[in-house]
């Protein structure tokens, strides 16, 4: 059976574009008979706020959109993500990280030929040779630290990785796109990358549709998945909505809500009608 999923974080309200991929998901789902699962996103704790999830919930059930039983809310879950690390810890996998963003730019800028991923600069793997003992005794100390990912490591134990996108069809994955990412932080127990993994495989979702702007976070997921023994999921990574000006809506950016709708009188037939085509 085909599973999908919608995961919004609670950091604001639903706009079109949210609409758009909430209808994607679910709609992918219906006509397979599948199940559409519920997730709210919520590990920024400093950003998101529960009136904001009960928006969520209503202006869904407001355009039609069920969902399966139980909602999962990343934030109770912590423990879930804590085993993935300590599986991968166990492995040699990870090691903690004392570079604070400045630290990072500071080393990027004396690097002129630093490569680039998709989010800018990767990081230099300043940590990454640390000896056992030091990395022990600066994290004793209490020294703020990341956990992040040899990537390297990693992929030198597992085959050539592909997967599936209903839009490009098959891809072969490239993990070192975003070189030695973080997984963890000492006052945040998980990275986005690791909770939607975990996260995915635990509620078992089959095919994740989610906008093009994550495509590019795939090849990370699909590493993860081939290191903790996950099966991979399908894809659909869809169009993104934009402004006339051509920009990502965004709720930071104002972008106009459902709740606005609501109010300004227009139903949910009408909302709906202001979408495109929801198809691969």
């Excluded at 020294?143 to 597992?158: H, P, S, T, W």
């Excluded at 993860?224 to 169009?239: I, V």
Aim: charged share 25%; aromatic share 8%.
């Amino acid at each position: 059976m085909i599973v999908t999923r919608f995961a919004p974080s609670p950091t604001g309200h639903l706009h079109l574009g949210h609409a758009f991929s909430a209808l994607y998901a679910y709609e992918s789902a219906h006509r397979a008979d599948g199940a559409m699962i519920l997730r709210i996103e919520d590990i920024d704790q400093g950003r998101c706020r529960p009136e904001y999830e009960t928006a969520i919930l209503e202006d869904l059930a407001w355009l039609g959109i069920g969902w399966r039983e139980p909602v999962r809310r990343q934030s109770e879950h912590f423990d879930d993500y804590a085993a993935a690390l300590d599986k991968l810890d166990a492995r040699g996998l990870l090691y903690p990280c004392f570079c604070s963003r400045a630290d990072i730019r500071r080393e990027v800028a004396d690097s002129p030929r630093a490569p680039h991923g998709p989010d800018g600069p990767l990081y230099p793997g300043t940590c990454r040779d640390l000896s056992t003992d030091k990395a022990a005794r600066r994290r004793a100390s209490g020294e703020q630290f990341a956990l992040r990912l040899n990537v390297g490591k990693a992929r030198g134990e597992i085959e050539p990785l592909s997967f599936h996108d209903a839009f490009r069809g098959l891809v072969r994955a490239d993990p070192g796109k975003f070189g030695d990412i973080v997984l963890a932080r000492k006052d945040t127990p998980t990275s986005y990358h690791l909770a939607v993994t975990v996260d995915d495989h635990l509620q078992g979702v089959t095919l994740v549709t989610r906008g093009e702007d994550l495509f590019e976070a795939t090849h990370v997921h699909r590493l993860l998945q081939a290191l903790l023994g996950y099966a991979t999921p399908d894809y659909a990574h869809h169009r993104l909505l934009t402004s006339a000006e051509g920009k990502r809506l965004a709720t930071r950016d104002g972008a106009t809500s459902l709740r606005y709708l609501r109010k300004a009188g227009h139903s949910a037939e009408d909302v709906i009608a202001m979408l495109p085509p929801r198809t691969a």
